[in-house]
């Protein structure tokens, strides 16, 4: 058995080009990742109650609808959940921080607040023996 890990970045068009399946996919092949045994931990993103996309319809496919929480907003935490599952991640391996980086003006940058500076967000990943 193999021990990995990986980060990814998974904004709306991550979601779009499901970058979940292409790295899960990229685990197995290079070291024979069983997807039930992986893990996945989401880090601040937008909510549901800031994920707005006034153009869905032409940047999202069909199947993302069923995640409008509200005429232009999208729950992108139970899209990636839905995309994970179809990748055989368990859902009892999947954990969301359930921090909305719109909202946490302090501890979070994000984009959609219009500021004309840039953020950074940092990751540390551990493999733990």
């Not at 080009?17 to 092949?29: D, G, L």
């Not at 992986?38 to 940047?59: D, M, T, W």
Request: charged share 15%.
């Amino acid at each position: 058995m193999h021990k990995a890990v990986a980060t990814v970045h998974c904004g709306w068009r991550g979601h779009v080009c499901n970058i979940y399946e292409k790295v899960i996919a990229a685990m197995i092949k290079a070291y024979g990742s069983n997807p039930a045994d992986l893990h996945v931990g989401i880090s601040p993103s937008l909510s549901p109650q800031h994920a707005e996309f006034i153009n869905y319809r032409k940047e999202f496919p069909e199947s993302f609808w069923q995640f409008r929480v509200k005429e232009h907003h999208f729950d992108l935490w139970a899209l990636a959940i839905w995309q994970l599952n179809q990748a055989n991640i368990l859902s009892k391996h999947i954990q969301i921080a359930e921090m909305c980086t719109y909202a946490n003006n302090v501890d979070c940058f994000s984009y959609r607040r219009g500021q004309r500076t840039t953020g950074a967000h940092g990751t540390v990943a551990v493999l733990c023996a």
